[in-house]
């Protein structure tokens, strides 16, 4: 992609979900500016001073996130290649990507957890350190070509409470769990940020083709879920269309509640009550979205749903 062609895109997007963000020019400027690397401590494979201690000989530049103790920041950006990665002691991750698992409630050694969209295994990995490799997650995907690195991650981390499934959420099987995360495919343009992740202008015709993909992954795992379970929704994109569209479908087609979202110490926004011509539920509100600006970090998009 040619530089002149990122400058288009990213100036698309500003113009595009201007009347939404809090500050158009704040937004505009931060979809600009490259996103520093980061990375979370595997917590499994080792204690979190002494990974720290061995990355900093090489890297001093790392510091921690004030909203995720396990969440850190570098000016690097070759941590792929050191020791640390290789053994599974880092995991290099998007910080918005390490946010949904920590929007469930009450992640625990008991709970058991299907991730509908697992692969490459960043929430797979990270839930699997918050419930101390017990408990029980079954990591699905449609694409056979992603499970390589799917089950690579779980292996060089050390991962053993997963079962890695390959099939399309919209046909899986009836299966009992107590949380159900749905990271949805999307057209991914929260992350903007990073170089040649969106490959080209996006047209309405691709936000509804997302969308209806969207809808009928969160559609099965409400239909699968029972009162009390609790249904994550996330995406790393900034449409609406993909976003608080989806969700308000399944409030208008399913008995499920939104819960409020609250990560100490991370501003996030509300989701949006209207898009062009369409009307939200007032629900909607508790949906969460994170903007570029507010964090530094890439945009991303969060539900929490529960079933009744």
């Known amino acids: 992609m040619n530089k002149q062609k990122q400058i288009t895109l990213q100036t698309r997007i500003a113009e595009r979900y ?16 490259p996103l520093k690397q980061s990375f979370r401590i595997n917590s499994l494979k080792g204690d979190t001073e002494k990974i720290l201690e061995s990355l900093r000989k090489y890297d ?11 969440g850190f920041t570098t000016n690097l950006d070759n941590l792929g290649s050191s020791i640390e990665h290789f053994s599974g002691q880092i995991y290099i991750q998007e910080l918005t990507s390490m946010m949904p698992a920590l929007s469930i409630a009450d992640v625990n050694e008991s709970k058991r957890i299907i991730d509908c969209c697992a692969a490459p295994g960043s929430k797979t990995t990270q839930l699997a350190e918050m419930m101390k490799n017990k408990g029980e997650i079954i990591a699905n995907d449609n694409k056979h070509s992603r499970l390589k690195a799917l089950r690579g991650n779980l292996d060089r981390l050390g991962i053993v409470n997963t079962t890695v499934t390959l099939r399309d959420f919209r046909s899986f099987p009836n299966t009992e769990a107590d949380i159900y995360l749905v990271d949805a495919p999307c057209s991914s343009e929260g992350t903007i940020r990073k170089k040649n992740t969106i490959k080209r202008n996006l047209k309405e015709k691709d936000y509804e083709r997302f969308s209806k993909i969207q809808k009928g992954i969160l559609n099965r795992a409400c239909e699968m879920a029972e009162r009390g379970d609790q249904i994550v929704y996330s995406t790393c994109t900034f449409a609406p269309e993909e976003n608080e569209h989806v969700v308000n479908s399944i409030l208008e087609e399913h008995s499920v509640k939104l819960n409020n979202i609250n990560i100490k110490n991370l501003k996030m926004g509300k989701g949006i009550k209207n898009w062009k011509d369409e009307k939200f539920d007032s629900e909607i509100e508790k949906c969460r979205r994170v903007w570029p600006h507010h964090n530094d970090t890439d945009g991303f998009f969060i539900a929490r749903i529960e079933k009744c």
């Open 60 to 70: 001093n530049s790392i510091s921690p996130t004030n909203w995720y103790e396990n």
């Open 18 to 33: 201007a009347r939404i963000v809090d500050n158009k020019d704040e937004f505009s400027r931060s979809i600009n500016q």
